[in-house]
């Protein structure tokens, strides 16, 4: 977890077997859609548009993969906990 400005990330590792694939990408995309600033997703020093599903996809997210989310605003905090819930919870699979 870190600070910088009013930016805010955290990170957190893929846990179901089927990897981030289109309806997970979808449910992350439509969170991030809601958001006031930008939310991003970090995978191996790339940076993503996490309300893009097709960025999303072309990550490449498999189970046990490291992701940070970050976002531009201290006000979609919600937002990127709710993203890293889904997340934590396997996407509901």
């Given amino acids: 977890m870190s600070t910088s400005d009013n930016k805010f990330s955290k990170t957190v ?3 179901n077997s089927l990897g981030i ?3 997970p990408a979808g ?3 439509k969170l991030a859609t809601t958001a006031e600033s930008g939310i991003w997703i ?3 020093g790339e940076k993503i548009d996490a309300s ?3 960025d999303i996809l072309s990550l490449l997210c498999e189970q046990g993969t490291s992701l940070t989310l ?3 605003n201290q006000t979609d905090k ?3 906990n709710d993203i890293i819930e889904l997340i934590r919870q396997g996407f509901g699979e």
Avoid: T, V
């Fill in 13 to 15: 590792i893929i846990n």
């Fill in 27 to 29: 449910m992350i995309a």
């Fill in 70 to 72: 970050e976002i531009d």
């Fill in 52 to 54: 893009s599903i097709i």
């Fill in 42 to 44: 970090i995978k191996d």
């Fill in 21 to 23: 694939h289109a309806r």
């Fill in 78 to 80: 919600k937002i990127l």
